[in-house]
């Protein structure tokens, strides 16, 4: 079955924790990207990588960091210097077209 | 820089109904755009694309036409049912990205309720 997962679908963290959010897909596409949504606000790049050991902040890197150790993978982590960290986190995947496919998401919740 | 515009919503319509979400865009040369749909709590589906003037990109019964003149990719539906209600995004890509330029530029997105 292919595709992009994201787990998990709902996230709930403490203030001060680090969580990590996954993102794995078996379309063999080479660029990743992780964005966050918040009601009203569109979509906002946070990072993004373009091939396996290399990646580049997107627009609200601050309080994220990622990897990109292997091909498939492309976890994010929210740190605790994220201070508003409460959205819906998204993850695409592109090859050499245009398009960016898209995982089901992640709510993650700050309690 | 690079931008997307959408009309506000949220527009509400009765199932039958015309659609009209329109998108104009900024951006020098060809770019390409698409149209994007989100249903509640899911992420984004590619709903349709085009890459060069005056082509139109369609599917399930939605088109957009790529207007140079006007900078514009109206999305639009004949008759829409209580199943297309979902949030609508226009985005773009500038021509002959590649490298760092790979990323999409986005619209706000449209929010489209459909009453039966």
């Known amino acids: 079955d292919g595709g992009i997962t994201q787990s998990p679908k709902y996230l709930f963290r403490k203030e001060g924790q680090n969580v990590t959010l996954s993102c794995e897909q078996n379309?063999?596409?080479?660029?990743m990207y992780w964005y966050r949504q918040d009601p009203g606000q569109g979509l906002r790049l946070i990072y993004y990588?373009?091939?396996?050991?290399?990646?580049q902040k997107g627009d609200i890197a601050e309080g994220y960091s990622v990897s990109r150790e292997k091909k498939e993978s492309f976890p994010l982590t929210v740190t605790s210097a994220q201070k508003n960290p409460t959205a819906f986190y998204l993850c695409?995947?592109?090859?050499?077209?245009?398009?960016?496919?898209f995982g089901p998401g992640t709510r993650l919740t700050v309690l | 820089g690079d931008s997307v515009t959408q009309m506000e919503g949220p527009v509400t319509l009765s199932e039958e109904a015309f659609l009209t979400i329109n998108c104009t865009y900024t951006?020098?040369?060809?770019?390409?755009l698409f149209w994007y749909v989100q249903y509640p709590g899911e992420g984004l589906q590619l709903l349709l694309k085009?890459?060069?003037a005056d082509d139109k990109g369609s599917n399930k019964g939605f088109e957009a036409t790529y207007r140079k003149e006007t900078t514009s990719f109206h999305l639009e539906k004949g008759s829409v049912q209580v199943s297309d209600s979902a949030v609508y995004f226009c985005?773009?890509?500038?021509?002959?990205?590649?490298?760092?330029?790979?990323?999409?530029?986005w619209g706000l997105g449209t929010s489209l309720a459909v009453n039966p």
């Open positions: 695409a995947t592109s090859a050499s077209t245009d398009t960016q496919y």
């Open positions: 379309l063999n596409h080479d660029a």
């Open positions: 990588s373009q091939i396996v050991n290399d990646f």
């Open positions: 951006a020098t040369g060809y770019p390409s």
């Open positions: 085009a890459t060069k």
């Open positions: 985005a773009l890509r500038r021509e002959s990205a590649a490298g760092n330029n790979r990323k999409l530029i």
